[in-house]
């Protein structure tokens, strides 16, 4: 059969540069065309393999579901990019905080794309201009201001030598010349939790003060934690607005229908040959048991689900089956802080037999 198969090319390993954040925004791969288990059998050891990195490559950077926190972190951030231009000072941010294991840094990189796209639509030819509407940077453990202006800086010249006994002062200067010379819009700042003391909280306070582009700040309990939960960071808090992401609780109408449209998403667009979807939507239940339910393990359940059968050697099949889950959730006990108890028996069956 003549399926023309082409893999998603990947030169970048971070978002941390200008090129590799760029890569991410645009490194969403259509769905693998729809094939038979007969049809894939019958392609050529190079195509199969083809095929499968088109379909890991669909599952891990395309495939995604609508959240509340979407929506509200979209809202918020499409009006401070409007409103903090035309303020002189105490500019306003935005903070994603939530426990590890949240997605946190995914709906970082949704809202970044979609401030990305949307200058992009506005302002055609922006690239060609110099303009880089978003800046990605990334803390580590022990993080000082002086580190996080030094990324911006590198991130917008990369060729320009970051002075080694620089103050302060003159790298804050040089990093809101930058910001200001490339129209920046946006501002992440990753794992901000990793920030401590007072000296990073005054250097992005400098930031929202002398500064036009909006600071998005992403880590784990940023309203409480060492980094903006007293002091210093404590004013950095009150000015930003905070989009934390919970678990969903199932108790609720709202939350029943919301994790169930989830896994219905999941289970139609799952690229596996001859899918049928049915067993994953009647088993919304106790996935949310299985995944505590967080969207982000319910999404790697899905991520090994996929592999799992892709990895079988010999299968006549690529059906989900009980047994099938069953064995993803199982290992998921052994292999991540989750500790479930949902049994085989727990399982809903489907009209498809157990792969052999």
Request: charged fraction near 25%.
């Amino acid at each position: 059969m003549n399926v023309v198969l082409e893999p998603l090319v990947l030169r970048h390993a971070r978002k941390t540069t200008l090129l590799g954040l760029r890569e991410a925004f645009t490194a969403l791969p259509l769905p693998p065309p729809p094939l038979s288990f007969a049809e894939y059998v019958s392609l050529s050891d190079d195509a199969r393999e083809a095929y499968d990195q088109i379909r890991d490559d669909f599952l891990h950077l395309t495939l995604r579901v609508p959240t509340p926190e979407q929506d509200i972190g979209a809202r918020i951030l499409t009006r401070l990019i409007a409103s903090n231009p035309r303020r002189k000072n105490s500019r306003r941010g935005l903070m994603i905080s939530a426990p590890m294991f949240y997605g946190k840094t995914e709906l970082a990189l949704l809202l970044a794309r979609s401030t990305e796209q949307s200058h992009a639509a506005r302002y055609p030819g922006h690239v060609d201009r110099g303009e880089v509407p978003v800046v990605w940077t990334e803390m580590t453990d022990h993080s000082t201001g002086k580190a996080l202006l030094a990324q911006i800086i590198e991130f917008l010249a990369p060729t320009v030598s970051v002075p080694v006994h620089a103050n302060t002062d003159r790298l804050r200067k040089m990093a809101v010349d930058m910001l200001q010379a490339h129209r920046t819009k946006l501002l992440v700042i990753d794992e901000a939790h990793r920030l401590g003391g007072s000296e990073p909280s005054s250097v992005i306070k400098a930031l929202q003060n002398e500064s036009s582009a909006t600071i998005l700040l992403v880590g784990i309990d940023l309203g409480g934690g060492k980094a903006f939960g007293s002091s210093e960071g404590l004013q950095v808090r009150m000015r930003c607005d905070m989009v934390a992401l919970r678990k969903i609780d199932r108790k609720t109408d709202e939350g029943r229908a919301l994790w169930h449209r989830w896994v219905a998403v999941f289970d139609r667009n799952l690229p596996l040959c001859g899918h049928s979807p049915g067993l994953l939507t009647r088993n919304a239940a106790v996935l949310h048991r299985a995944a505590d339910g967080q969207l982000s393990v319910l999404a790697m359940i899905i991520e090994r689900l996929v592999a799992t059968i892709l990895d079988e050697r010999g299968r006549t099949n690529e059906s989900v089956t009980r047994q099938r889950l069953f064995s993803v959730l199982d290992d998921l006990r052994y292999t991540t802080p989750v500790r479930h108890k949902v049994t085989l028996d727990d399982l809903q069956d489907d009209d498809l037999e157990d792969a052999a």
